[in-house]
C-alpha cells in the first residue's frame, strides 16, 4: 500500500502546467468504438483511469498504445468484438458506463454491469438506461448485469430529469450512428460535453448545440478516424490555485481556459485572493488576509461537486465561518472526518457542511476516501504541523498525473512511501 508522507511546507512558488481533462479524456476514448478507423488522442493526461478504459478497448480487441512523453493516445477499434465487458475492471471506475452508448450504436447489444467509482453516493445509472430505451432499445437488468438490445438505435426527443454529465455523453454517443434525429434537453453544459462533441464532430458526426442544454444529433451511417487534443483539466488547474491559496505562495498556472473556471476565481475573488487572467494561464497569490465564504456545489457554469473538498481545506483554515452546500451528490462529505482528524471544525448537517476557520492543523494520519477527497487531504498537509500520513492513495493517482513530483517541483514537502 503507498502512502504520501508530507510534512508542512514553505509557500509553493512557480510554474505549473495542467495537464488534459480527466473527464474529457474518459468519454472520447470510450466513443473510439464509434469507428473502425484510429484515432489519435493529443494532450492526455497518464492517469490509472485512462490506463483502466484503454484495458477494457484490448479486451474488446482494439489495439492501444499510449506515449506518456508525448500525451499521446493511439486506438484502433477495428477488431473490436462485442464481449460482455469485464466486470473486474468495469468495478473500477464509474466511466467504465461510458462505453454502453458507442456499443449500443455499433452493436445494437451492450453487456454490462454494474459501474464502480468513487464511493460518493448512490450513482444509478437510470438517466443513461432511459435514454437508451427512448431511442428504441430493450433493457433487461438482472444481479447488477444490465442487458441492452435494441433493433437498430432510432433518434428521438429525450428530456433528462437531471443534467447528468454521464447520461448526456452516453445519449450522444448511442445517437451518433441513430437513423433519424435525436434533441436532448436538459442536458448537461460541462465543458467535457463540448469537447466531446468536438471530436464526434471531427469524426464526421453531426451534433449541434454542446455547451447548451439543448443537444441535436443528426445520425449519420459511419464515422471515422479523428485527431483531437484534449482541453486542460479545470479540476487539476482548480487544485492548484488552492494550492497557492493555502500556503500563502504564488503560482502561474498554465494550459489553463479561465472560462471554465469562472465559479472557483469568483469565490476565490470573495474570499480576498489576488488572481490574474492571462489568456492560457492565471496567477494566483495572496499577501491579504483572507474572509471565509459560502459554497453550493451545482452543476456548470456554477461551483464544481468536483471542487468541493478542496475548497473545504482552505475554507478550514480561513477566518470566519463558512458554509458548503453539496446539491450534486448526497454523500460527499467524507473527507471532514479526516479533515477534522487534522484539527479541522467542521460539522455536516444534511447536505451542508459548516465550517470554521481554526488557526492551525496538525498533522496526523489520514485516509484519502475518494479522488478529491485525497486531493484535499494533500492541501491540507502542506500547512498542517508535523507530520501527515495519507493512505489509499491510489484514489488519487485515478486522477492527478504525478501529483507528488509537481507539488515537490513547487517547494511542497511531498514524498511517497511503500509500507
Ligand atoms: C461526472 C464526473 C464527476 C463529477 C460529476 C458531476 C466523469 C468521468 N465524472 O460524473 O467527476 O463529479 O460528473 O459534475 O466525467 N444521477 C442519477 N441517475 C443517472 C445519472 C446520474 O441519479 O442515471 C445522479 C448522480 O447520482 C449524481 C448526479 O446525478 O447525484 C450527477 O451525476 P452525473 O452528472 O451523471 O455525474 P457523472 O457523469 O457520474
Redesign the pocket.
Known amino acids: 500500500m503507498e502512502k504520501f508522507i508530507i510534512e508542512k511546507s514553505s509557500p509553493l512558488k512557480g510554474e505549473i502546467t495542467i495537464d488534459g481533462a480527466?473527464?474529457a479524456v474518459?468519454p472520447i476514448i470510450a466513443s473510439t468504438i464509434l469507428t473502425g478507423e484510429k484515432c489519435i488522442i493529443e494532450n492526455a493526461p497518464f492517469l490509472k483511469d485512462v490506463e483502466i478504459m484503454l484495458k477494457i478497448l484490448e479486451v474488446l480487441g482494439a489495439k492501444t498504445s499510449f506515449c506518456e512523453k508525448e500525451k499521446r493516445i493511439a486506438i484502433d477499434c477495428r477488431k473490436i468484438s462485442n464481449v460482455p465487458l469485464p466486470y473486474e475492471l468495469v468495478k473500477k471506475l464509474?466511466?467504465s458506463f461510458l462505453f454502453a452508448g458507442p456499443l449500443l450504436s455499433r452493436f445494437g447489444k451492450v453487456n454490462i454491469q454494474m459501474p464502480g467509482g468513487c464511493p460518493i453516493?448512490?450513482?444509478?445509472?437510470?438517466?443513461?438506461l432511459k435514454g437508451f430505451s427512448m431511442l428504441g432499445a430493450k433493457i433487461k437488468q438482472e444481479h447488477g448485469n444490465i442487458e441492452i438490445i435494441s433493433q437498430g438505435v432510432k433518434g428521438n426527443n429525450i428530456y433528462l430529469d437531471?443534467p447528468?454529465?454521464?447520461?448526456t455523453e452516453n445519449i450522444i454517443m448511442a445517437a451518433v450512428l441513430a437513423e433519424g434525429e435525436t434533441n436532448i434537453s436538459n442536458c448537461?453544459v460541462?465543458p467535457?460535453i463540448v469537447d466531446l462533441a468536438e471530436f464526434l464532430n471531427k469524426m464526421g458526426a453531426y451534433i449541434y448545440g454542446a455547451g447548451t442544454d439543448s443537444i441535436k444529433i443528426i445520425g449519420v451511417p459511419e464515422v471515422y478516424g479523428a485527431v483531437h487534443s484534449i482541453i486542460p483539466d479545470r479540476i487539476e488547474a482548480g487544485t492548484f490555485m488552492i494550492g497557492a491559496v493555502i500556503t500563502k505562495g504564488d503560482l502561474i498556472i498554465k494550459n489553463i481556459i479561465c472560462d471554465h473556471l469562472r465559479p472557483v476565481i469568483a469565490k476565490l475573488k470573495d474570499m480576498n485572493v489576488d488572481v490574474e487572467e492571462n489568456e492560457n494561464s492565471i496567477r494566483v497569490h495572496s499577501e491579504n488576509e483572507l474572509i471565509n465564504t459560502d459554497v453550493k456545489t451545482l452543476?456548470f457554469p456554477g461551483f464544481?461537486?468536483?471542487m468541493q473538498a478542496q475548497f473545504m481545506s482552505l475554507m478550514a483554515v480561513t477566518k470566519g465561518t463558512g458554509i458548503i452546500n453539496e446539491t450534486?451528490?448526497?454523500n460527499r462529505f467524507m473527507h471532514v472526518g479526516e479533515l477534522n482528524r487534522m484539527g479541522a471544525d467542521i460539522k455536516v448537517e444534511s447536505k451542508s457542511a459548516i465550517i470554521k476557520g481554526v488557526p492551525k492543523l496538525t498533522g496526523t494520519q489520514v485516509k484519502a476516501t475518494d479522488l478529491r477527497a485525497g486531493a484535499a487531504l494533500i492541501l491540507s498537509a502542506l500547512v498542517a504541523e508535523g507530520e501527515t500520513e495519507i493512505s489509499d492513495i491510489y484514489h488519487i493517482e485515478r486522477g492527478y498525473c504525478n501529483i507528488e513530483e509537481k507539488i515537490r517541483k513547487l517547494g511542497g514537502k511531498i514524498k511517497k512511501t511503500e509500507e
Open positions: 480527466k473527464n474518459l464509474r466511466a453516493g448512490i450513482r444509478p445509472v437510470d438517466l443513461h437531471f447528468s454529465v454521464g447520461a448537461s460541462e467535457e452543476p464544481p461537486t468536483d450534486i451528490f448526497e
